[in-house]
């Protein structure tokens, strides 16, 4: 199966930093690379598919980026509201594997 | 709209099987565009897929979970349904049904938490 490596499990910052998520992919999963944001109590939310399309309503700070094993999760300038876990997930084989998660705290 | 909703018993005994449902409105659940899966998270941790199934019937497991799974589809009903057998204490979680799209990315219904216990 696909592992995906998700890095760093957790960080603090503050609201208007830049910050920047990374999976890495076992092997080549082309561009099949999915961002979701998870709040306590909620399902996961789609940010970003095939690793760089933002999904309908989710706003342009969260950009995605790269593609064989190497992504990215970019949030420009953090907002309150964007405190949470964030999981990376591949699609490139039927049989989905996710990253290990990684919670944004306020700094 | 696409709707994706799960329904299923909230408790389940320990050794005794896990059945859940879910229920797709506002598509079809017999494109071929499509698959269709399960993921759980047990409270506190990370996400786990359990098993996908097409409309013709072809399902993928888990390998952990293999043994004790089986999802099925009733494209009458526009339905696929999860069962998971000898439950214990470690499969009580959020489960999520979600659709598969290669395109523009996977769609999750909302959950429901499972608990086993006696």
């Known amino acids: 199966d696909i592992q995906m490596t998700q890095s760093p499990s957790s960080l603090s910052a503050s609201v208007g930093d830049r910050v920047t998520i990374t999976c890495r992919a076992s092997q080549s999963i082309s561009s099949y690379l999915n961002w979701y944001q998870q709040k306590p109590g909620k399902a996961p939310k789609l940010l970003i598919y095939a690793a760089s399309s933002l999904q309908s309503g989710v706003p342009s700070r969260f950009s995605g980026s790269g593609s064989g094993t190497d992504f990215t999760l970019t949030i420009s300038s953090l907002q309150p509201e964007d405190f949470a876990t964030y999981y990376c997930q591949q699609s490139y084989s039927i049989e989905w594997t996710f990253g290990q998660g990684t919670k944004v705290e306020i700094k | 709209q696409l709707q994706l909703q799960e329904s299923g018993p909230g408790l389940v005994k320990p050794s005794e099987t896990l059945s859940l449902t879910c229920t797709v409105s506002?598509?079809?659940?017999?494109?071929?565009?499509?698959?269709w899966g399960w993921i759980r998270q047990p409270p506190g941790k990370g996400l786990e897929w359990i098993g996908s199934?097409?409309?013709?019937?072809?399902?993928y497991y888990n390998p952990s979970l293999k043994s004790r799974v089986t999802i099925s589809v009733d494209t009458s009903k526009n339905q696929f349904s999860l069962k998971l057998s000898s439950v214990t204490a470690a499969d009580t979680a959020v489960y999520y049904c979600?659709?598969?799209?290669?395109?523009?990315?996977?769609?999750w219904g909302q959950g429901t938490l499972v608990t086993v216990s006696s």
């Open positions: 199934i097409y409309y013709s019937g072809s399902t």
């Open positions: 979600a659709r598969g799209d290669p395109l523009t990315g996977p769609y």
């Open positions: 506002g598509g079809s659940i017999s494109s071929s565009s499509y698959y």
